[in-house]
């Protein structure tokens, strides 16, 4: 009797994580470099910008001149150091895992798309127009939904604060990311108080990514069960 041996299939290489982090890195650099008042015309151009798309011939114009393209130019656009570095940060945290779960491509596909769903989001939900919306916290904000989507079991470590001392402790991931979407939710509510952050890009960008990575584990499912003859 023969018996078939399953063969050692290599993990797929992570490249989009990193991708994603370069080219969000360089696009700050360069921009940083830039005369002022260039720096001010490139975000203007192709950030996107709030109070639009309200009507059916604000989404035909829209479509018609290409401006829907700010919704991912966008993500590569950010204020100052701490918006981008805090972005970077959670882009490694939430991105590497679930590039490892989803693969390089649907990785990749999930920050774009997501971040574009998220930056249409406070297009439409910021009623001040010309309100510029920059920066990928809409992308980021859908790998988070992803990653609780794909790994609702997993624990996250956090650093809590005892008196003169830092305990590192681990907290169970919905736990953790609930109250951030809690958050969000609460604060997309307050007001103008708020306003220098699209709130209503994160939520929405969180629902898309937990929506996909859902999607994208049914997938893969299914096709680990063909491969095996299942």
């Not at 360089?26 to 002022?36: K, R, S, T, Y």
């Not at 402790?169 to 951030?180: C, E, F, S, T, Y």
């Not at 979407?181 to 604060?187: D, G, K, P, S």
Request: glycine share 12%; hydrophobic share 60%.
């Amino acid at each position: 009797m023969f018996v078939t041996i399953p063969g050692r299939e290599r993990a797929p290489m992570r490249w989009a994580t990193p991708v994603l982090f370069s080219l969000l890195w360089l696009c700050f650099v360069a921009v940083e470099v830039m005369p002022g008042q260039e720096q001010r015309r490139l975000l203007l151009e192709w950030g996107a910008l709030s109070g639009g798309l309200a009507t059916v011939q604000e989404w035909s114009n829209a479509l018609r001149t290409g401006s829907l393209l700010r919704l991912f130019s966008a993500l590569f656009l950010h204020a100052d150091w701490a918006h981008l570095l805090g972005n970077l940060v959670f882009l490694l945290i939430f991105g590497l895992p679930a590039e490892r779960a989803m693969g390089p491509w649907r990785l990749l596909i999930l920050f774009l798309f997501g971040g574009a769903i998220a930056n249409l989001a406070a297009v439409i939900a910021i009623g001040t127009p010309d309100r510029l919306i920059i920066g990928a916290s809409g992308a980021v904000s859908a790998l988070i939904g992803a990653y609780l989507a794909l790994f609702p079991g997993a624990k996250l470590g956090v650093v809590v604060p005892l008196g003169l001392f830092l305990q590192f402790v681990k907290v169970p991931a919905p736990l953790l990311i609930g109250v951030w979407a809690l958050l969000q939710l609460v604060f997309t509510f307050i007001g103008p108080a708020f306003g220098a952050v699209a709130w209503s890009a994160h939520l929405a960008g969180f629902a898309f990514g937990g929506i996909f990575a859902l999607i994208a584990r049914a997938g893969i499912a299914r096709r680990m069960r063909r491969k095996r003859g299942f």
